[in-house]
C-alpha cells in the first residue's frame, strides 16, 4: 500500500465506513457523509496549514478554504485513494495564496510540551528552542519550506511531494535539501547569539 | 575533495533520500571524514527537533470550530450533478424555443364584391369578332384565415352585359 493511502486509512480509523463509499456518498448529496469525509481528513489539512503558515487562526481559515473547495469539487474526486494527495495539493495552494494575500504575522504557535520533571530554567531552553525551530522554517522561501514540511514534517515521499506540487523528484530533492542545512544552520547561529 | 560539496548530498542521505549509487557515495565519504560525520548528525537533530517541536499544538476545538464554519457555509442540500446536468439542458432548450423565429398567421384578405363589368362591343356585320367576357381579377394570394369555420357566404353571381352598336341587341352574360 502506497504512503499517502496509509495515511488515509490511519486517518479514517474512528470511522469503520470504507472511505470510498463516504465519498461516493457524499459526491451523491449526502451532507453527513460529507461532514465524515471532513472529520477523516482535518487532521492532514489543519496541521498541514499550521506548519506551512505557522499562526493558528491563518491555519484555520485555510483549512476552511480547503474543504469548501473539497465540497465544491467532490465530483472532480475520482476515489477516495487520491483524495488525500489532491487535499495536499489544494491546501498547499490555499496557504500560498493566504501568504500572498495577508502580511506575515508576528506570532509562531507550536506545540507547548515541556518534558516530564523538567526545570523551570529546562523549560523555558526548550521553549526558546522550538521558537528557533518556528523562525527557521519562516525564513525558508516558500518552495523550500513547502518541500520541507510535506517531505520532513507530514513524512511523505519525494515522489509523493514532487507529484503534489507538480515538480520533478530532482528539484524537490534539492529544495529539500537546501532547506535542511539552512535550518540546521539557522537554529545553530541563533543559540550561538544567544549564548 | 571540498566538503562544502558535499552537504546537500549528506542532507539528504541523512534521510535515506538520496539513489542507491548516491548513497554509497556518501557512505564512503562519511567514513573516511569526520567533519561531515559531524555536519551529518547535527542535520539529523535539527529535523527531529522540528519534528518535536511541530508535535500535535492543535486541540479538538480548532478541528471542530472548522468543521462548523464550513458546515454553515455550505447549501441546504447539495444537488447532485446529475440533477444539475438536467437543469442545465432544460434551460438550454427554453432558451432555444424562446430564440426560433415565430410565424405570425397572416390578417384575413377582405374580398372585394363582385363589380359589375360594362363593355361596349362593335356589333356585325363582323361577327366573328366576338368579343370575350371580362372577368373582374381575382386578387390573388389570398389566404383564408384557419381559424375561420363559418361557411362562407354565396357569393354574387357575376353579369356581364355587352352593348352592341344595335341599341336593340343588348346582351346579358351571367357567370356563377
Redesign the interface.
Known amino acids: 500500500m502506497e504512503p499517502l493511502a496509509l495515511l488515509l486509512t490511519a486517518n479514517g480509523m474512528e470511522s469503520p465506513e470504507d472511505p470510498a463509499r463516504t465519498v461516493a456518498a457524499a459526491q451523491a448529496g449526502d451532507r453527513a457523509a460529507f461532514e465524515r469525509l471532513m472529520r477523516q481528513h482535518e487532521r492532514l489539512v489543519l496541521t498541514t496549514a499550521l506548519r506551512l503558515l505557522g499562526n493558528r487562526e491563518d491555519a484555520r481559515d485555510a483549512a476552511q478554504e480547503v474543504f469548501l473547495r473539497l465540497y465544491r469539487n467532490l465530483a472532480k474526486v475520482e476515489s477516495a485513494r487520491n483524495l488525500a494527495g489532491w487535499l495536499y495539493r489544494v491546501t498547499v495552494n490555499v496557504c500560498h495564496d493566504q501568504r500572498r494575500k495577508r502580511p506575515e504575522t508576528a506570532s509562531v504557535e507550536l506545540a507547548v510540551l515541556p518534558a516530564a520533571g523538567a526545570s523551570p530554567q529546562q523549560e523555558l531552553t526548550d521553549a526558546e528552542r522550538r521558537h528557533a525551530l518556528a523562525l527557521s522554517l519562516r525564513m525558508l522561501g516558500e518552495k523550500e519550506r513547502t518541500a520541507l514540511v510535506l517531505r520532513d514534517l507530514e513524512g511523505l515521499s519525494t515522489a509523493e511531494v514532487a507529484q503534489i506540487l507538480g515538480s520533478s523528484e530532482m528539484t524537490v530533492r534539492s529544495q529539500i535539501s537546501k532547506a535542511r542545512v539552512k535550518v540546521k544552520n539557522f537554529v545553530e547561529q541563533y543559540f550561538r547569539r544567544r549564548t | 575533495m571540498n566538503c562544502r560539496d558535499w552537504?546537500?548530498?549528506i542532507?539528504?542521505h541523512?534521510?535515506r533520500?538520496l539513489p542507491p549509487h548516491e548513497a554509497a557515495e556518501a557512505e564512503r565519504h562519511l567514513a573516511e571524514c569526520a567533519e561531515c560525520r559531524g555536519f551529518a548528525e547535527?542535520?539529523s537533530q535539527?529535523?527531529a527537533?522540528?519534528?518535536g517541536?511541530?508535535?500535535?499544538?492543535?486541540t479538538p476545538a480548532?478541528?471542530a470550530?472548522?468543521?462548523a464554519?464550513?458546515?454553515a457555509?455550505?447549501p441546504e442540500?447539495?444537488?447532485?450533478?446529475w440533477r444539475l446536468a438536467w437543469i442545465g439542458a432544460v434551460v438550454v432548450a427554453l432558451v432555444l424555443l424562446a430564440a426560433l423565429p415565430v410565424k405570425r398567421q397572416p390578417e384575413p384578405t377582405r374580398v372585394a364584391p363582385a363589380p359589375t363589368v360594362e363593355a361596349a362591343i362593335p356589333l356585325p356585320p363582323a361577327p366573328e369578332a366576338r368579343p370575350e367576357p371580362v372577368r373582374p381579377r381575382r386578387p390573388k394570394h389570398v389566404v383564408r384565415p384557419r381559424t375561420v369555420h363559418k361557411p362562407a357566404p354565396p357569393a354574387e353571381p357575376l353579369m356581364v352585359r355587352l352593348i352592341s352598336n344595335d341599341p336593340d341587341v343588348v346582351i346579358y352574360w351571367i357567370a356563377n
Do not use: C, G, Q
Open positions: 552537504e546537500e548530498r542532507a539528504l541523512a534521510e533520500d547535527s542535520i535539527s529535523l527537533e522540528l519534528r517541536a511541530h508535535l500535535e499544538s492543535l480548532d478541528f470550530a472548522v468543521r464554519r464550513v458546515l457555509e455550505l442540500r447539495r444537488r447532485p450533478a
